[in-house]
């Protein structure tokens, strides 16, 4: 009996056949074993952005004379925004003392989560003072968004401020109703996140959200003062204090 050569062998069209099977399997398998989703639904999504690490409060101050301009709270926020940061900013918003004329919230963050970031945003919105919030290094992806929340927004002249799209990895679900859902579920998202960050910038929506569509953006002082990402740029969080204090 002659035995077929590796070339009849490969050849065959059964062969290919079940090759061809075999390849399909195997990439969905490996798309089903993707981490669990951090965007599968609105409430999880995350802004892109650099490696976040753990929020904490650095420090608490309060300066300024009763009088004048009164007393100015400089609460200083460092680290990403990760689940627990809204109850860290509340914290130190509520052992502030009253009576203040303004809180200053200096922000150096790399950004993360983005439900956590809308939950900061609403006590920045409903703290016992209006809140001025400055840039001090960085704001990126979801604290961009924090900042934009912020009645008075600076940034000082050492800073970057950076603006992108939602991301989240996949749930696993691989069947095409599955991967329609979150694709429609990541379009809301980055609606929403938009209608919120753009709509203080000199420009409308559609020509905000081009800006980063495409590729991150990479905001520095003049950029941002000329396109209203913030309202005034300082040398250093100090010399926004003395300001709202004088």
């Known amino acids: 009996m002659v035995r077929p050569s ?43 952005g650099p490696v976040v690490s753990a929020p904490r409060i650095v ?39 009253p009576g203040l004329s303004a809180i200053v919230l200096v922000l150096d963050s790399p950004g993360g989560v983005l439900h956590e970031a809308r939950g900061m945003a609403r006590v920045v919105e409903t703290a016992p003072a209006p809140v001025a919030c400055v840039a001090d290094g960085l704001a990126a992806s979801a604290a961009f968004y924090l900042l934009q929340a912020c009645p008075l927004r600076a940034m000082t002249e050492r800073s970057q401020l ?22 429609e579920a990541m379009r809301s998202v980055n609606q929403a996140m938009a209608a919120h960050q753009c709509r203080r910038l000199t420009m409308t929506l559609a020509e905000c959200q081009a800006r980063y569509a495409q590729r991150d953006w990479w905001v520095l002082p003049a950029e941002a003062l000329e396109v209203g990402a913030v309202d005034l740029v300082v040398p250093t969080p100090s010399a926004l204090v003395v300001l709202l204090v004088e």
């Open 6 to 48: 590796l070339r009849d062998v490969l050849s065959n069209p059964l062969v290919l056949l079940c090759a061809e099977v075999l390849f399909f399997v195997c990439v969905v398998w490996a798309l089903s074993g993707c981490v669990a989703p951090q965007c599968c639904t609105p409430t999880q999504a995350e802004p892109r």
């Open 59 to 97: 420090d608490v101050t309060v300066q300024g004379a009763t009088g004048a301009g009164g007393q100015v709270a400089v609460v200083t926020y460092a680290g990403g925004i990760e689940d627990g940061s809204t109850q860290v900013l509340r914290a130190a918003f509520e052992s502030l003392p």
């Open 162 to 183: 950076l603006v992108h799209e939602a991301y989240g990895s996949r749930s696993g679900r691989s069947g095409t109703r599955e991967l329609e859902s979150e694709l």
